[in-house]
């Protein structure tokens, strides 16, 4: 059986349960349609002119009536503002409007540097541009406000359909030129290098004779280097037929969301997912189809990237997509190259967890990965 066949056969064939399980979801989903949601800008916009008024208003207030310093009545001021937000946003929260998942003692941490940091336009405006108090504070609000909208945008705009089609185009050597630094530069080059020579270790670590080996997400599978048989599921079918034609890869589906292939269950001694649960609206139905193939004494391996908010990965990806994304015009790194889920440790122990999995072992690679190793829960 070809290639061809096996990707039409994987991506026409309906889900069998999919009749008897669509009259039960129909409730649901009209219970979900019914349900009419406020626009999230104007949550925001409403939330932010309400703790921007709350902020100057104690500020002009501390500063007028009770004769604090300007600074300290600023930061005061500021402190107020975010602590209204933390509240605002847990009400909207709770009726499901806005999700927000920072711990709280982080965002107080946060709520902090902001407030520290919101002192030096304030100063500027005061003692360099001599501005009257009231002026400076408002113009130093809507500079800040101005900033965090813009850093918002930069740091948060994913989209996984947008860089699914962007992904689904790159040729077929397009993880090739990562590694190459005349191309990309040293940087990055030795990102991608290492990440694949520290997978193919990671890999190989777990790897006996005879195993079958299925890689979920595989690209040209480039961590292969020593032409294990393993069966790929992806959907840039260019690369994937490029790694069936250098040996990286024995056997091949294309298959929307990695999920539906023809992969028999309990067949595969080792599942791979690497750098792939980010990119994925469905990574929950992704680990249920590793579980799904997997034996029952076989091991997942997954990687992700350890993206833990304002660690090295955050600053280093967001950065890598600004400047891509709107100094190279790329549009796959503009949409942040898909990446929408974001994994700390305990989040993804969670996911495994959650998924059916007892985790054998998780560490960091290079400060900037996750790799995990587990098998399915008895």
């Known amino acids: 059986m070809t290639s061809e066949k096996r ?7 309906a889900p069998p349960a999919a009749p008897a399980a669509a009259p039960a979801a129909a409730p649901a989903a009209g219970a979900a349609a019914g349900r009419i949601h406020h626009s999230p ?13 709350l902020g100057l208003a104690l500020a002009a207030a501390l500063h007028y009536l009770a004769h604090v310093h300007p600074l300290a009545a600023y930061a005061a001021g500021t402190v107020a503002n975010l602590l209204f937000h933390h509240v605002y946003y847990h ?28 002192l ?61 630094a005349g191309r990309v530069g040293a940087f990055r080059a030795w990102y ?23 890689d979920l997400g595989c690209g040209n599978c480039r961590w292969n280097v020593n032409h294990r048989p393993v069966t790929g599921v992806d959907i840039n079918e260019k690369m994937l037929a490029w790694a069936q034609r250098h ?18 269950d309990g067949q595969f001694d080792l599942v791979v997912c690497s750098e792939t649960l980010e990119h994925l609206l469905n990574y929950k139905d992704v680990l249920a189809e590793a579980r799904r193939i997997l034996k029952d004494d076989g091991t997942l391996l997954v990687t992700v990237p350890y993206d ?20 190279k015009k790329s549009l796959y790194h503009k949409y942040r190259c898909g990446h929408i889920n974001h994994f700390t440790k305990s989040r993804l122990r969670q996911e495994l967890v959650d998924a059916g999995f007892e ?20």
Request: proline share 4%; with cysteine.
């Open 41 to 53: 800008p104007a949550i925001f916009l409403l939330g932010g002119v309400m703790g921007s008024g």
């Open 308 to 327: 833990i908010f304002l660690g090295p990965f955050f600053l280093l990806f967001n950065i890598n997509c600004v400047y891509q994304g709107y100094v």
């Open 359 to 378: 985790l054998d072992r998780l560490f960091v690679v290079n400060g900037l990965l996750l790799y995990a190793a587990a098998r399915k829960a008895r």
């Open 7 to 13: 990707v039409n056969s994987s991506t026409t064939a």
């Open 91 to 118: 009400v909207v929260y709770v009726n499901g409007e806005v999700r927000m998942r920072t711990s709280l003692p982080v965002q107080l941490l946060l709520y902090a540097a902001v407030a520290a940091i919101s």
């Open 192 to 214: 991608h290098s290492s990440r694949f020579e520290r997978l193919t270790e990671f890999v190989e670590s777990h790897y006996r004779p005879s195993m079958r080996v299925a």
């Open 247 to 264: 040996g990286l890869l024995a056997d091949y589906h294309i298959c929307p969301g990695l999920v539906g292939s023809p992969l028999p």
């Open 120 to 180: 030096a336009p304030l100063w500027v405006l005061l003692n360099v541009a001599h501005l009257h108090f009231l002026l400076a504070i408002v113009c130093t609000t809507a500079l800040l406000s101005a900033a965090n909208a813009l850093l918002i945008r930069i740091s948060t705009f994913s989209s996984a359909a947008l860089a699914e089609v962007e992904y689904a185009a790159v040729e077929e050597d397009f993880y090739d030129e990562q590694t190459d």
